[in-house]
């Protein structure tokens, strides 16, 4: 699944689609590079809203094209942090997603600390099978429906899974999801089907509602979920973003 954000110095800002994170993720690049404006296109085949965190792959990419359309280089952890904070700006994040936003723009598994947007570890992982699948019963949520002060409530809980890491992860990620599954009113027994299925590892996906598995071989899985809504298939990438 991917992001393309396509970049044009200007002396005034026009962005496609018209939204409110893309507008600041191009101010963030603008002050980066002490631009005064650029135009910019993004194209996305991720779902927004669905918890496969679209918002930090769109941030990333529109960043990259903006500082390289002004002929300019920035790190990657840097240009990550530039957009944690348009997520911020733009209501999309809960905790600004630095761990999300990090494993977009590097590949592989991130760990960090979002409340100080500080990487802890890159993981590389094998490049696997992912289904995932957006149940037809549900809708897209946006991130203001959920309630972070509830959530931080279990953070200790959560935050244990990673001393499991790197040894466990799928396990971690199963047993992640399934707390989040309860906590956030979802149902779980999609997910631990894909196990019974052969998956590695199955969850709710970020904050849902699409869940996703990780398998040598998803077809299994895809075949069983393909009855409760659309099914998407893709693979782990350790590929970090791409600038052209
Ligand atoms: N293709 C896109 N073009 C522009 N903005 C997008 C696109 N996809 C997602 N977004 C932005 O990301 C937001 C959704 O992100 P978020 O609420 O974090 O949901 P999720 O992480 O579940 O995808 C949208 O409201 C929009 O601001
Ligand atoms: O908004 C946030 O702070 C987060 C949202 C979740 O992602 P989704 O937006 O994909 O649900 C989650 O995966 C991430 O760890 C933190």
Do not use: H
Request: charged share 20%; hydrophobic share 45%.
């Amino acid at each position: 699944m991917e992001v393309e954000a396509r970049a044009r110095a200007s002396d005034d800002l026009s962005v496609s689609p018209y939204d409110p994170l893309v507008i600041e993720a191009v101010k963030e690049a603008l002050s980066f590079v002490g631009g005064k404006g650029a135009s910019v296109e993004v194209s996305s085949n991720i779902p927004a809203g669905w918890g496969l965190k679209s918002s930090s792959a769109v941030a990333n990419a529109v960043i990259l094209a903006v500082v390289s359309a002004y002929n300019r280089r920035i790190g990657l952890i840097e240009a990550t942090k530039l957009s944690v904070r348009a997520a911020r700006r733009a209501g999309v994040t809960i905790t600004g997603a630095m761990d999300d936003a990090s494993a977009s723009m590097l590949g592989g598994l991130t760990v960090t600390d979002n409340s100080k947007d500080q990487l802890i570890m890159r993981i590389p992982l094998p490049e696997l099978d992912v289904a995932i699948l957006l149940p037809s019963w549900e809708s897209s949520r946006p991130k203001s429906t959920i309630d972070a002060s509830r959530l931080r409530k279990y953070s200790e809980i959560t935050d244990s899974l990673i001393e499991i890491l790197p040894s466990r992860i799928w396990e971690a990620m199963t047993l992640n999801g399934l707390l989040y599954s309860r906590i956030l009113g979802y149902k779980d027994d999609l997910a631990l089907r894909a196990i019974e299925l052969g998956a590695l590892g199955a969850s709710l996906s970020g904050t849902g509602p699409a869940i996703a598995a990780v398998c040598r071989d998803c077809s299994d899985v895809i075949d069983y979920w393909s009855g409760f809504g659309k099914v998407m298939r893709s693979r782990i990438t350790n590929n970090p973003a791409k600038i052209s």
